[in-house]
T-cell receptor, first 111, second 112 residues
Framework: RKEVEQDPGPFNVPEGATVAFNCTYSNSASQSFFWYRQDCRKEPKLLMSVYSSGNEDGRFTAQLNRASQYISLLIRDSKLSDSATYLCAVSLAGGYQKVTFGTGTKLQVIP | SQTIHQWPATLVQPVGSPLSLECTVEGTSNPNLYWYRQAAGRGLQLLFYSVGIGQISSEVPQNLSASRPQDRQFILSSKKLLLSDSGFYLC???????????FGSGTRLTVV
């Protein structure tokens, strides 16, 4: 089983729609969780950290379910500019903070 | 503010040639530094990480090596490139477990 798994998509959604991605992780000792956004042929950029109580940043909401070992990202009122690949990332507690990434979920927002 | 620089942006190298990619971080001291590779259509694979000058840990045995000659400089090298070394190489740094990574702009390497 992969350490971090995501549905590769693509998710094709119309502008204004709400879309949600899930990401499962295998190591129950994982401590830190993140969502990254990666545009085509660019470096990943941190979108948001995921906190135990869930957190929101504008149209983006991230949640963590430790019991089922998954994190989710909800995007409301999708914009064309949201089209990208979304990577989830998980790290164990540790001195060097190794982060394991999922392979990403591709989102295409359609006019 | 902290910035991370990575060069070159694009590189085409013949099989068997050497490689040297450089990454530098500004605006912070004693960062944890990482080299990742992303092959076409694949996920990010951690290659090396460093918690300090001269301290290198390898995650995947292969014909690549890394060095950290200065606190904010991280170098990825190879003596002889293979076709399978093609990919998007990304340097990253972090200041702590809860902050996530900041990536450099990456080097797209094609071995021909």
């Amino acid at each position: 089983r992969k350490e971090v798994e995501q549905d590769p998509g693509p998710f094709n959604v119309p502008e204004g729609a709400t879309v949600a991605f899930n990401c499962t992780y295998s190591n129950s000792a994982s401590q830190s969780f993140f969502w990254y956004r990666q545009d085509c042929r660019k470096e990943p950029k941190l979108l948001m950290s995921v906190y135990s109580s869930g957190n929101e940043d504008g149209r983006f909401t991230a949640q963590l379910n430790r019991a089922s070992q998954y994190i989710s990202l909800l995007i409301r009122d999708s914009k064309l500019s949201d089209s990208a690949t979304y990577l989830c990332a998980v790290s164990l507690a540790g001195g060097y903070q190794k982060v394991t990434f999922g392979t990403g979920t591709k989102l295409q927002v359609i006019p | 503010s902290q910035t991370i620089h990575q060069w070159p942006a694009t590189l085409v190298q013949p099989v068997g040639s050497p490689l040297s990619l450089e990454c530098t971080v500004e605006g912070t001291s004693n960062p944890n530094l990482y080299w990742y590779r992303q092959a076409a259509g694949r996920g990010l694979q951690l290659l090396f990480y460093s918690v300090g000058i001269g301290q290198i840990s390898s995650e995947v045995p292969q014909n690549l090596s890394a060095s950290r000659p200065q606190d904010r400089q991280f170098i990825l090298s190879s003596k002889k490139l293979l076709l399978s070394d093609s990919g998007f190489y990304l340097c990253a740094w972090t200041g702590g477990a809860s902050y996530g990574y900041t990536f450099g702009s990456g080097t797209r390497l094609t071995v021909v």
